[in-house]
């Protein structure tokens, strides 16, 4: 006998009884009892995921500008050479931009700028590329390189261009 | 782990597409001034012995000082290669042909 003076409950209530009926009975009700168990289970799947999605687009990201650092040094790098070969002093037209200008198209980059304090000894470039990705564009803008190109000048230049034996 | 795994060979990827086009800019470099023989030998060099397919436009036979030659490589990334896949990374770049 319990301390109220009747029933076969037993202290602690939540252990199992059974009913008269024979069913379990539980204390509090099993529907009522509110269970966290699996819910740390989801929150770190969804973190996981945000996590990875954030990886791809950082790595997409950080891929696009390498690539496109990678392009703008070329391009520099044809563009100042193209420039330098219209040079007077190697044989060329002496009007470099227009060679440049179709050097930097050939890479797919976009000639910005020209320093042509040196010529005709000495031509620099600085291209831009257009990255592929709007963040990058939105983050870094485009990506701009600079060359420089330069002739030596023979030490006898008439022995060079084969005007008179060395 | 599967999920972490692609992203480090997404990762991979990106540095074979930024090492696709400097091999391309080295291939167009070499082919301004020599021929195409030279070209495979240098883009081979510089793609470090991994399998790699060279275009040049044009070939040797038709390049001519002034002309632009355009040289495109696919190198093969290693990259997803456990999972099956075969991805080959593109790049191009153009250089006047120079007077040698």
């Known amino acids: 006998m319990n301390r109220d003076g009747g029933g076969e409950l037993r202290w602690p209530m939540h252990r199992r009884a059974r009913s008269d009926r024979g069913d379990e009975l539980r204390w509090p009700p099993r529907r009522l009892v509110h269970s966290d168990r699996g819910g740390i289970a989801v929150w770190l799947a969804m973190a996981l995921c945000l996590w990875l999605a954030g990886g791809v687009i950082v790595v997409t ?13 070329g391009a520099a790098d044809a563009a100042a050479l193209a420039g330098m070969a219209a040079s007077p002093l190697a044989g060329g037209s002496g009007a470099p931009r227009p060679a440049a200008v179709e ?18 000894l000495r031509y620099a470039v ?33 022995a060079a261009l084969g005007l008179r034996p060395r | 782990m599967l999920l972490l795994s692609l992203l480090l060979h ?3 990827l990106g540095a074979d597409l930024v090492a696709a086009q400097t091999v391309a800019v080295q291939a167009a470099r070499v082919a301004a001034v020599d021929d195409d023989a030279a070209v495979r030998e240098a883009a081979a060099e510089a793609a470090g012995g991994r ?12 390049r001519a ?35 040698t």
């Open chain 1, 103 to 120: 050097a930097a198209a050939a890479n797919a980059a976009t000639l910005v700028a020209t320093e042509e304090d040196g010529w005709p």
């Open chain 2, 65 to 99: 000082p002034g002309d632009m030659v355009t040289a495109t490589v696919r190198l093969r990334s290693r990259a997803f290669a456990p999972f099956g896949a075969t991805v080959w990374c593109p790049g191009r770049a153009a250089m006047r042909v120079e007077d």
């Open chain 1, 126 to 158: 600085t291209v831009s590329v257009q990255p592929l990705s709007p963040l990058v564009v939105a983050i870094a803008g485009p990506v701009q390189a600079k060359a420089t190109a330069a002739v030596r000048p023979a030490t006898d230049p008439e």
């Open chain 1, 61 to 73: 990201a950080l891929t696009d500008l390498g690539v496109a650092v990678a392009r703008a040094r």
């Open chain 2, 51 to 62: 399998p790699l397919q060279v275009t040049l436009e044009p070939d040797a036979t038709r």
């Open chain 2, 10 to 12: 997404g990762a991979l």
